[in-house]
């Protein structure tokens, strides 16, 4: 496959497509019903429709009956985590051996032409931004994930949670599975920006961005804070009319969900035609640049509140200008003290 149709490589090898990153159309003024039509089967493949699928077998061949879920006993509770934890070797692996071991598309569409296995660092464990991140995964990340999803299941059983069902509430429950990824989104934007500030940056975030140039690992390589932030996107199923299969419809969506922009490719060969988007370049230009892209695009909070790049040379005009202005002001109210301490 010729990644030239799709995009330009430049002299160190890495890869930018042709096409800007767009927030979902949806949002547009005026409305544009061909461009909504078109993007609309997009909300559900090929992810959604794979992360609400692995929700319903989950409750079909995982889960115990309510009945064993009524009290947190620790046999269910290390099935779980199992499960979850094969699901995720098996998921995570998959893309890592087709795209990074085996190496079967080379460098094609791939942002950065570099392999994390050719850089050693220190800043991962054994220098190794793979291991470091498979262990961050298992350690912390499968198992903060697998207790938030026991305790939800016990409130469910216990009756903490509203449970509804889907005889009764086919419509409501519907519109809920609609906004998993909604909620998705707002509550990642929202602790993606907690984490910035300077604080929890410095002693939480900044271990995830230790993968400046990401791959299937790193997506869950995160502190175990930001696990328990991240995750707790499932506490939202406490007050919504829901239901347990699409509490972990939300929860696989973000433990599943992650791979997709940290995939380090925009485009996935399946076979010698056939190419799979990632949707990964707004997240990939999030990893590269720090300060841009906290969401991912399918609501514009990025664009609302000005921290949007499109992956456009007018988006980095505006993150080089945005960055100028923070540093003329820091640089006045630098001055401004100093001018205090003079006169005093």
Request: proline share 6%; hydrophobic share 45%; glycine share 6%.
């Amino acid at each position: 496959m010729d990644d030239l149709k799709f995009g330009t490589r430049n002299k160190r090898g890495d890869w930018t497509p042709h096409a800007t990153v767009q927030p979902a159309p949806i949002w547009q003024m005026p409305p544009q019903l061909k461009a909504v039509l078109h993007w609309l089967p997009h909300y559900f493949l090929p992810w959604n429709l794979i992360f609400a699928a692995s929700a319903v077998a989950y409750w079909a061949w995982v889960i115990p009956p309510v009945e064993v879920l009524r009290s947190i006993q620790i046999g269910w509770v290390l099935w779980l985590y199992a499960v979850n934890a094969v699901c995720v070797f098996l998921f995570y692996g998959a893309f890592e051996l087709h795209l990074y071991v085996l190496r079967r598309q080379g460098s094609r569409f791939k942002y950065n032409a570099k392999f994390p296995s050719e850089q050693k660092s220190k800043a991962f464990w054994f220098e190794s931004q793979v291991i470091d991140s498979m262990l961050r995964s298992f350690l912390s990340g499968v198992t903060i994930w697998t207790g938030i999803e026991a305790l939800m299941l016990w409130a469910y059983a216990n009756g903490y949670a509203p449970w509804l069902s889907f005889a009764d509430n086919p419509w409501t429950l519907a519109l809920v599975a609609l906004a998993v990824p909604i909620i998705h989104e707002v509550h990642f934007f929202l602790v993606h920006r907690l984490i910035h500030t300077p604080f929890l940056y410095k002693w939480v975030h900044s271990v995830h961005h230790n993968s400046v140039n990401p791959s299937p690992w790193s997506s869950l390589a995160m502190h175990p804070v930001e696990h328990l932030l991240y995750f707790g996107t499932a506490f939202y199923h406490l007050i919504l009319p829901s239901n347990p299969i699409i509490m972990i419809y939300q929860m696989n969506f973000a433990g599943f969900g992650a791979i997709p922009g940290h995939v380090g490719f925009d485009k996935i060969e399946v076979g010698d035609e056939r190419l799979v988007d990632s949707h990964a370049y707004a997240h990939y230009l999030h990893h590269k640049y720090f300060e841009v892209n906290y969401g991912d695009a399918l609501i514009p909070l990025d664009k609302w509140f000005g921290t949007w790049h499109d992956g456009s040379p007018e988006g980095e005009a505006r993150m080089q200008a945005r960055y100028r202005k923070r540093k003329e002001k820091l640089a006045a109210r630098k001055a401004q003290l100093d001018a205090k301490g003079a006169t005093e």
